[in-house]
C-alpha cells in the first residue's frame, strides 16, 4: 500500500512539473530611471518626462518559478521596434532577478511615446510606457 501511495505521489508531482502548472513569472518595481547603482535604479522617470539627453533606464524584478527561463526587455516606440534586451533568469530569488536595459534618450525626440514590455518564456506579463514632453 504504501508502494503505491508513493507512486501516486509522484505521479502527481511530475504531472504538475512536465505540464508546467506551477511555473509563473511576476515582475515587481518596473520603472525607467537615468541610473542605475548597486542593482537598483536611482530615481523614478515619471509617466512624463522632460527629454534626456544620456540613457534611459528601464528596471524590473522578476520572481520565477521555474528552474530556467527567458526574460525579455523589448522596447517601441509606437508600432517602431528599438531594441530587446535578453536575459536569462532563475529559480525565485528573495527580492527576484533584478535586470536593467536601456536605449540613448537622445534617440527620442518630444511626443515620443516609448514602451518597455517585459516577456517572461515568450509571455508579456507586463508593460510600461514613457511619454517624452
Do not use: C
Not at 512539473?17 to 506551477?22: E, L, N
Amino acid at each position: 500500500m504504501k508502494k503505491v501511495l508513493l507512486f501516486l505521489a509522484v505521479a502527481v508531482v511530475f504531472g504538475l512539473y512536465a505540464s508546467g502548472a506551477s511555473a509563473q513569472s511576476v515582475a515587481e518595481g518596473e520603472r525607467f530611471t537615468t541610473g542605475i547603482s548597486d542593482k537598483n535604479p536611482v530615481d523614478d522617470l515619471q509617466e512624463e518626462t522632460s527629454p534626456i539627453a544620456g540613457p534611459i533606464y528601464f528596471f524590473s524584478a522578476i520572481k520565477n518559478d521555474a528552474d530556467r527561463a527567458k526574460a525579455q526587455h523589448v522596447w517601441t516606440r509606437g508600432e517602431e521596434h528599438l531594441f530587446t534586451a535578453n536575459f536569462n533568469i532563475g529559480r525565485n530569488m528573495k527580492d527576484g532577478w533584478r535586470v536593467n536595459s536601456s536605449i540613448n534618450g537622445a534617440r527620442l525626440k518630444s511626443g515620443d511615446k516609448i514602451s518597455v514590455s517585459v516577456v517572461v518564456d515568450d509571455k508579456v506579463i507586463k508593460v510600461k510606457e514613457l511619454k517624452i514632453k
